[in-house]
Structure formats: C-alpha cells, structure tokens
C-alpha cells in the first residue's frame, strides 16, 4: 500500500529557532499534500494545502510566514516551523493523495511530535 | 464542505459488534464517506470509503441510507485493540481538502 513517511518523528527545539518537517510520499506520487496540527484530546485542524510547484494554500487563521511550505517535487512537502514558540508545541500531519489513482483516500504520515522549549 | 456529527464518545467490550453513526446532512452527490482510525500519537488510517449503499472489507462494514444523510460504520468482534478514535470524513469529489470533525473516541473494554 502507499506509504508516506514524515522525518523527523520527534523534535525539540528552544523558543526562537525553526524547525523544519520533511513529509514523503514513498511509492507514489503526490501533486498535492496536506499539512495537519493536532493538539492534546483534539482533532485535527487542517493548516495548508501543499501543491508542487506552486505556493501553498493557508487556511484562515494559520500564519503563513510563521509556517513555510515547499512543495518541491512530486514526492516531497517541507514544513518549517520559524521563529517557534512554546505555544506551537504540537502534533504535526501530512498526508498526500495519489496523483495516479481515481480514489478519494488520503495516505497519512506517521506524525511529528515538537516541543519548543 | 459538508460537515460531520458524530457521537463523542462511546463504550463497548471486547467480542462485541460496534456501530458508530455519522450524519451528514448536506452531503453533495458527488462525495464519498470515508472513515479512518486514530491511535495516540500516530497519524490516521484509513478504514474504509463508500458512496451508497454497504460496502465491506476485511476489518469493517459501511452503511450508507438512500438518502446519503447519515452512513454507519461496524466494526465486527472488537478487541482491545480497537480502541481508537474514528474519524468520519466526506470527501469532496474535486479531491482538495477534508476536514475532520470531532471524531467519536471508541473505547473496548475487556
């Protein structure tokens, strides 16, 4: 089945720094990703559609110049976290849909866990 | 985007048949039911995905009414390890975003 993979699986960082979240899709390939953030008992809450190749799409409310989106290639999304603050301590998600199959299922990542000291 | 209601919550005991219903209320006709499962600290899984009618596979069953309205998800003989929290999406046809509700948190007892 199709895999995407999310690196690193954890990471923590001091208040100030940026941290940047790789999502790859392994098997297949992806013109669109999503990035999710959940926090602690909560859904998930969708922050940026990813498009390869061009800029991404924010949902309302999520900063865009706080949170970089680059949707280099077919098979990888980036995420970075600048500037983070304790309070963008979080649970973040991707997850892709195949561009080579006629189906609605979103393939997700396992998760990368930031704490931001 | 047609929102989802699901149960916040719900109880059940290992060997059990579990049912948990979602409403969807203005579903489009072009979108499909799609249901995924999520442990702690790890991204969702997809279950299962239907546009009418039933539709199986080897962990779980979808109903879905004529109207389209509402779809059940069963989970035959749960375990222990079915304890999760079940996302119930509808997924719009032109294939741009989703958006999860609230999830129903399904806990097995022994």
């Known amino acids: 089945g199709a895999v995407v993979s999310q690196h690193p699986s954890w990471v923590i960082c001091k208040s100030g720094t940026s941290v940047k979240i790789e999502c790859r899709s392994l098997?297949?390939?992806?013109?669109?990703m999503f990035w999710y953030r959940q926090f602690p008992k909560q859904s998930l809450m969708l922050m940026a559609t990813s498009n390869e190749g061009s800029k991404a799409t924010y949902e309302q409310g999520v900063e865009k110049d706080k949170f970089l989106i680059n949707h280099a290639s077919l098979t990888l999304s980036t995420l970075t976290v600048t500037s983070a603050h304790p309070e963008d301590s979080s649970f973040y998600i991707c997850?892709?849909?195949?561009?080579?199959?006629?189906?609605?299922?979103?393939?997700f990542g396992p998760g990368t866990r930031l704490t931001v000291t | 985007l047609a929102k989802t209601t699901q149960p916040i919550s719900m109880d059940s005991y290992e060997g059990q048949e579990v049912n948990i219903t979602c409403s969807h209320n203005n579903i489009a006709t072009n979108d499909y039911i799609t249901w995924y499962q999520q442990f702690p600290s790890q991204g969702p899984r997809f279950i299962i995905q239907?546009?009418?009618t039933k539709v199986t596979n080897e962990v779980a069953s979808l109903f879905i009414p004529a109207d389209r309205k509402s779809s059940t998800l069963s989970l035959p003989r749960v375990s222990l390890s079915d304890t999760a929290v079940y996302y119930c999406?509808?997924?719009?046809?032109?294939?741009?975003?989703?958006?999860f509700g609230s999830g129903t948190r399904l806990s097995i007892r022994p």
């Open positions: 997850s892709a849909r195949d561009s080579g199959r006629l189906s609605y299922e979103q393939y």
């Open positions: 098997d297949f390939q992806a013109t669109t």
């Open positions: 999406l509808v997924e719009d046809s032109s294939a741009s975003k989703i958006i």
């Open positions: 239907g546009y009418k």
